[in-house]
């Protein structure tokens, strides 16, 4: 399956009305859905920024890590030369976040800052980690965190050797403690960690549960009932 344009996602997290065809698409399609919901975090964030949140003069060390990183001897060595072409296409993957950024009113000037979903380069907080257990005939069992790494709250979720899903995935969910209330955090692919932003003032002593289901392509957006491992948070 084919999936929507980067930039047409950011669009839609921002508020633009998606076309008919594109519905469509995220209707049948988790994780385009995800991304939406990733980016329209993303964009929650960046709605919330004041005055306080202007960027200022960086020390004199940020310029040197840039030199360091780069490979430059000094400030003043010119820096290699890169085609048109080249830059183009280096610049092409950025355009949807530079769309949002202006959308949303972000400031670029001598010092560019950015929200990314890049979570590794900050030491993570963690608040709470539960171990998930097997549900029902399960065989499987996991790990999941709720970290906060400086204004954003970040869910990890390990669930080692699960399989892969036949015309399906597995979607992570974070519930009321009775599971009554669901709401889709991202997708967990198997062999990996997933590692997802959870949204913008949702309370953990409202939403404790952790769950992970088996979904499938089916257009219907709801939990499928089909749990594979589930744990609860302490308060």
Do not use: K
């Not at 939406?36 to 975090?41: F, G, H, K, N, T």
């Not at 390990?158 to 036949?166: E, T």
């Amino acid at each position: 399956m084919s999936h929507l344009d980067e930039a047409d996602l950011a669009l839609i997290a921002m508020g633009e009305p998606a076309s008919a065809a594109d519905e469509r698409h995220l209707v049948a399609c988790a994780r385009c859905r995800s991304r939406v919901d990733q980016l329209s975090a993303v964009v929650a964030t960046a709605r919330t920024i004041t005055d306080d949140d202007r960027p200022v003069t960086p020390p004199a060390s940020v310029w040197e890590g840039i030199v360091a990183e780069v490979g430059l001897a000094d400030p003043s060595t010119d820096a290699p030369v890169v085609s048109l072409d080249q830059a183009r296409r280096r610049r092409r993957p950025a355009l949807w976040w530079l769309a949002a950024a202006a959308a949303v009113g972000v400031v670029v000037g001598s010092v560019v800052t950015t929200a990314t979903t890049d979570f590794g380069t900050t030491t993570p907080d963690i608040v709470a980690s539960a171990e998930l257990e097997p549900v029902e005939d399960s065989a499987y069992r996991g790990t999941a965190s709720v970290e906060s790494r400086g204004s954003d709250a970040v869910l990890r979720v390990s669930v080692p050797g699960l399989p892969a899903v036949d015309d399906g995935y597995y979607e992570v969910w974070m519930a009321s403690s009775d599971a009554a209330t669901m709401v889709a955090i991202g997708t967990l692919n198997p062999g990996e960690e997933a590692v997802l932003r959870l949204p913008a003032g949702m309370e953990m002593t409202d939403f404790p549960l952790v769950d992970v289901s088996v979904e499938h392509f089916d257009g219907d957006a709801g939990h499928s009932a089909v749990s594979v491992v589930r744990g609860l948070l302490p308060a």
